[in-house]
């Protein structure tokens, strides 16, 4: 009886014990989980992706992690991302200044993407946005400096689009020419060719996303020429009367300023110049004070009786 009460304790302990562990586990499985599918949403600060990708936020709701872009990429520059790294895990990523894109002209890895989180529209590379080059570092950039580097340029695939050179006088030396490298954001597309080749030991141009490396006017503000240019002259039309937005019961009368009340007439109190005879009251000089025309052209000296002399 006494050992039968033993077992019976002991068996509790056991399975009291065994639960224990077993909520531990499913504690740490689910903390795994949680931080692993943290790690999956986390924005990327940094990452380039393969030519194709869209925005952020579509590629990651596209991509599926499969890795056929890595596999048949024919230089091998693309990597998924691990767990670890500030980069949502699984996704295709290349670092440019140890392995910039080869801008293939048959885009293999776009082709070999399954759900077009790489976009199947895109046919020609050059028109690819990886990044944006971005100079970031003036003050230590040879050509800045006035040592004629330009490798950047050089090497970059789009030479005179996407980068081109500014010149400017030294005015340092006073006799010799500045070749600055200037990044034109439309024909730049990110591949990285210009920051895997600076000479420096942190390269002084380097490659981010476009959403990092430009800013955005946003909705509320319109370029005045280039709207102009889109609407192909005047935005507004010759006739078209102009309405200013004020409160209700103001308007504003050019050379008067705002005031309440009705609204003037369009053309009212205006008067015509044509036959309209000046009050010598207020506008004319007084006679005896005016020198009197003679036949010849000129003016007269002799002044009226009742004029000063």
Not at 264 to 273: K, M, N, Y
């Amino acid at each position: 009886m006494e050992s039968a009460k033993k077992s019976v304790l002991a068996a509790r302990r056991q399975f009291l014990l065994d639960a224990a562990r077993m909520a531990g586990g499913v504690g740490m499985l689910g903390l795994g989980v949680g931080l692993y599918a943290k790690q999956a949403k986390a924005l990327p600060p940094a990452a380039i992706r393969p030519p194709g990708a869209g925005t952020e936020q579509d590629f990651l709701g596209a991509c599926i992690r499969c890795g056929m872009c890595v596999r048949d990429c024919p230089y091998n520059i693309l990597f998924l991302a691990k767990p670890e790294q500030p980069i949502a895990t699984g996704t295709p990523y290349f670092v440019a200044r140890s392995g910039p894109c080869e801008m293939c002209e048959d885009i293999p890895c776009v082709k070999a993407c399954p759900t077009g989180a790489l976009d199947h529209k895109l046919k020609d590379i050059a028109k690819s946005k990886m990044g944006l080059a971005v100079l970031i570092d003036k003050e230590t950039c040879l050509n800045f400096l006035g040592l004629r580097c330009d490798v950047c340029y050089r090497v970059c695939p789009l030479i005179d689009k996407a980068i081109t050179l500014d010149l400017r006088h030294n005015e340092r030396t006073g006799r010799h020419t500045v070749f600055e490298p200037v990044v034109h954001s439309d024909q730049c597309t990110g591949c990285g060719k210009c920051e895997k080749a600076c000479v420096l030991e942190v390269a002084a141009i380097k490659v981010y996303p476009v959403k990092l490396a430009k800013g955005e006017l946003g909705q509320h503000y319109r370029i005045g020429w280039e709207e102009k240019q889109k609407a192909g002259g005047s935005l507004v039309a010759p006739d078209a009367e102009h309405k200013y937005n004020l409160p209700e019961g103001m308007h504003y009368e050019s050379g008067k300023g705002l005031s309440s009340g009705p609204a003037p007439t369009p053309g009212a109190g205006v008067d015509s110049l044509q036959g309209v005879v000046p009050n010598p009251g207020r506008n004319a000089a007084p006679a005896g004070n005016m020198p009197q025309n003679i036949p010849g052209g000129g003016l007269s000296s002799r002044m009226t009786d009742d004029a000063p002399r």
